[in-house]
């Protein structure tokens, strides 16, 4: 060992006596270089090549329909609504002091003065869960019965929750362009991984006895899974949406600089503008919308009274 940590020291040394210092220019092999040119590509087919007009195109046509649809909605109900709803979900568990406190952190955004934007981002948050679920539940169920799809799904989940979320946004800038649709994607990106994890962990964990019966009344393996296996799993499944919720929530921000908007574009005009009172008081919009969304998710969950 010894004479391996002096081998090391001699090669060092002589490495700064003969000045290879540094990392050596000529073993740059220029990435940037073909990234740009694929970036003018895009830019010259998007409307003509077929990938972007049967795929990418209508992609981004249907996100940006259903972002539209729910701040339409949200828009369009009375502000008082949304606390109602929030309350009664919340109380079911009796907690009534929680409760009131809940319906109060979805009235902040309005008694601060960022209600509308408040909307953009619960708007981007529901469509981004919503295709979160759609992908996640199916391929977490995949994941759980299939031992060869689950070794190909699991290098991949952990690259998707190693990566940082702001290098997702240069991709998805290249494809899809800036505008609130390819923030919603880059945002499913970002927040999948937990929703098909947990689905995953559900479905295991569904007791053998259960299945086991099922099968000695004559249940199919469809039956099973429908009837048994994801039923069990619905506490998992929920506690898959509440985690894809705050790591979407947590995306928001750094989601402005693809022109996501809402909370997080009010946030970092308030930094720029070195406005601290503003940037608090967004801040804690966002704090509260992850309130909100949390105890709602987790009270679908609890048992009620308890």
């Not at 109900?77 to 079911?92: E, G, S």
């Not at 009344?217 to 705050?246: C, D, E, H, W, Y």
Request: proline share 6%; charged share 10%.
């Amino acid at each position: 060992m010894k004479s391996r940590i002096g081998g090391l020291l001699v090669l060092i040394i002589a490495a700064q006596t003969f000045g290879t210092r540094g990392f050596p220019e000529s073993l740059n092999i220029g990435l940037a270089e073909p990234i740009t040119g694929v970036q003018s590509w895009v830019r010259k087919n998007r409307s003509s090549n077929w990938s972007f007009k049967f795929f990418f195109n209508p992609l981004i046509s249907v996100v940006e329909f259903g972002l539209n649809c729910v701040e339409s909605f949200f828009t369009w109900l009375p502000w008082f609504i949304p606390a109602i709803v929030v309350f009664v979900v919340v109380a079911r568990t009796r907690r009534w002091g929680l409760a009131t406190f809940t319906a109060f952190a979805v009235i902040y955004p309005g008694i601060v003065g960022v209600w509308s934007e408040s909307i953009i981002t619960i708007s981007l948050m529901a469509v981004s869960v919503l295709i979160c679920v759609v992908i996640g539940v199916p391929l977490g169920v995949l994941t759980a019965l299939n031992k060869r799809c689950e070794s190909i799904l699991r290098p991949i989940l952990d690259g998707m929750q190693t990566v940082p979320a702001t290098v997702y946004l240069i991709p998805i800038v290249l494809v899809f362009g800036i505008g609130p649709a390819p923030a919603a994607i880059a945002t499913v990106i970002y927040a999948l991984p937990p929703m098909v994890r947990l689905t995953a962990l559900g479905v295991q964990q569904v007791p053998k006895s259960a299945i086991e019966a099922a099968q000695m009344f004559g249940a199919t393996r469809r039956q099973v899974l429908a009837k048994v296996q994801l039923p069990l799993a619905v506490p998992s499944i929920i506690t898959g949406i509440n985690q894809t919720v705050m790591m979407a929530l947590g995306i928001v921000v750094i989601a402005t600089l693809v022109g996501a908007g809402g909370l997080g574009q009010e946030i970092n005009q308030s930094v720029r503008r070195l406005e601290s009172g503003r940037g608090l008081i967004v801040g804690l919009a966002v704090v509260a919308v992850a309130l909100v969304l949390d105890r709602v998710s987790m009270s679908l969950v609890s048992t009620p009274g308890v």
